[in-house]
């Protein structure tokens, strides 16, 4: 049989869908790997689960959504130390930091930044999980969550800014060794930046003020 032009490109075509295919196979570990270090830990998996599903959420991230400053104090203490800071993730399942570290000791009171209404109070693989829904922030509106707290509310209950809503517990997952509270921010199914809820008053010092000298002399001639 002779072979024509038509027949040998014919065969062309048909090694390059091949290669097509070989290469697509090839890539094909990465992602059943991926899948079976994430069913190597289905604590940590089942845990994070937990906590976005009290929350309401999935895990994505919106670092441009507005956010009103309608906090009027920071949950722990007068103005706590940011241990790890707001990490949007690329995408919806990859890594990051969904909310805020703040410094604080084992049994300091937590409060409600704002007024709002207790969307979800309970315990997320062994953690106590707080979550409020602020008043007058949209629909949906935006959600608080404060973890690891051991809840003085109950869902349902109506909170005030500054009302204690529980008191911080001992260990927890983002801070090991040490306590620290983990507070998160969210609308619908998208997290936000919780310490873009601070005006600037609270989110940074005031500026530098000269305070009055008593009991030292003026110098000669000075009026």
């Known amino acids: 049989m002779r072979w024509t032009s038509r027949m ?5 075509v048909l090694l390059a869908a ?7 196979a090839a890539a094909a570990p990465g992602t059943v790997s991926a899948t079976a270090s994430a069913a190597a830990a289905p604590g940590t998996a089942e845990a994070a689960r937990g906590v976005q599903e009290a929350a309401g959420a999935r895990g994505r991230a919106g670092p441009s959504e507005p956010v009103p400053a309608v906090a009027a ?10 241990v790890r800071g707001w990490e949007p993730p690329a995408t919806e399942y990859g890594p990051g930091h969904r909310g805020v570290d703040l410094a604080a000791a084992a049994g300091a009171p937590v409060r409600a930044v704002a ?3 207790v969307s979800f109070a309970g315990r997320v693989a062994g953690r106590g999980v707080i979550a409020v829904e602020l008043d007058g922030t949209g629909d949906p509106p935006l959600r608080t969550t404060y973890e690891p707290v ?3 509310v109950e869902k349902g209950d109506e909170v005030a800014a500054g009302q204690i809503i529980g008191t911080l517990e001992p260990g927890g ?3 090991p060794g040490t306590a620290c509270l983990h507070w998160g921010l969210l609308r619908g199914e998208v997290y936000l930046n919780p310490l873009s809820l ?3 008053w609270l989110l940074h010092k005031g500026p530098s003020r000269l305070l009055p ?3 030292v002399p003026l110098p000669t001639g000075a009026q």
């Open 213 to 215: 000298v008593v009991g």
């Open 198 to 200: 601070l005006p600037p």
């Open 18 to 24: 091949a290669v097509v295919v070989l290469l697509g």
């Open 150 to 152: 051991r809840a003085e």
């Open 8 to 12: 040998w490109m014919a065969v062309a």
């Open 73 to 82: 104090l920071w949950p722990v203490g007068v103005r706590p130390v940011v």
């Open 173 to 175: 997952s983002h801070c």
């Open 115 to 117: 007024p709002g209404r």
